[in-house]
Each structure stands twice: as structure tokens, then as C-alpha cells.
């Protein structure tokens, strides 16, 4: 089994930035692709970005920009690097791990509340 948990959210101004970590941990070696979601309320759990073992990354299109994963496999780590925060981003970003012959792990989630 592979066990994730964040940490890094809080509360931030428009405009602030923002890093979220995720440590991995137990059967790491199935994993082959981590990735960050977000889920705001009232609304679905969306795709923020993921990036594979090999290190190939995608990103919802519309946070591309602002937006930036990277991983650490040497300390087992994803980050979200979160830059330009808006209101709109806030919402709980839950850590995700695809593995192999197994459903998907989650973290518990990381609360980020953007607001001045």
C-alpha cells in the first residue's frame, strides 16, 4: 500500500504564493505517476497537474501558468509550487498516486484558502 500526506496549505493573499508537498510512503516503487488535485466547495474534485516517474508533467489548462509540480524521488516527494494565487483557487488539494494493480492512493488533503 502507499500512504500520501500533504502538507503546506494555509491561508494567503491574492496574489501570494504557495508551496504544497507530498510525502510518499510503504509500496512506492508501483507508483508511476503522482499527481494533484483540487476540490472546492460545492463543486467535483478536479485535475490540477501530475507528473509521471519519469517526469513527464500536465496541467489543467487554465493553471498552467501560475501553476507547477515537481517530485523528489530521493526524499519521495511531489510539490506544487502555486504562484498569482486568486480567490478562486482556494479549495481542498488532495495528493494522488497511481499505482500499479492497485486503485489510486490519496492523501487527506491540504486546505488553501486564498482571501485578503
Known amino acids: 500500500q502507499v500512504q500520501l500526506v500533504e502538507s503546506g496549505g494555509g491561508l494567503v493573499q491574492p496574489e501570494g504564493s504557495l508551496r504544497l508537498s507530498c510525502a510518499a510512503s510503504g509500496s512506492i516503487g508501483s507508483i508511476y505517476a503522482m499527481a494533484w488535485y483540487r476540490q472546492a466547495r460545492g463543486k467535483q474534485r478536479e485535475l490540477v497537474a501530475r507528473?509521471?516517474?519519469?517526469?513527464?508533467?500536465n496541467y489543467a489548462d487554465s493553471l498552467k501558468v501560475r501553476f507547477s509540480i515537481s517530485g523528489d524521488n530521493a526524499k519521495r516527494m511531489v510539490y506544487l509550487q502555486m504562484n498569482s494565487l486568486k480567490v478562486e483557487d482556494t479549495a481542498v488539494y488532495y495528493c494522488?498516486?497511481?499505482?500499479?494493480?492497485?486503485?489510486?492512493?490519496w492523501g487527506r488533503g491540504t486546505l488553501v484558502t486564498v482571501s485578503s
Open positions: 494522488n498516486a497511481e499505482v500499479h494493480g492497485s486503485p489510486d492512493a
Open positions: 507528473i509521471t516517474s519519469g517526469g513527464i508533467t
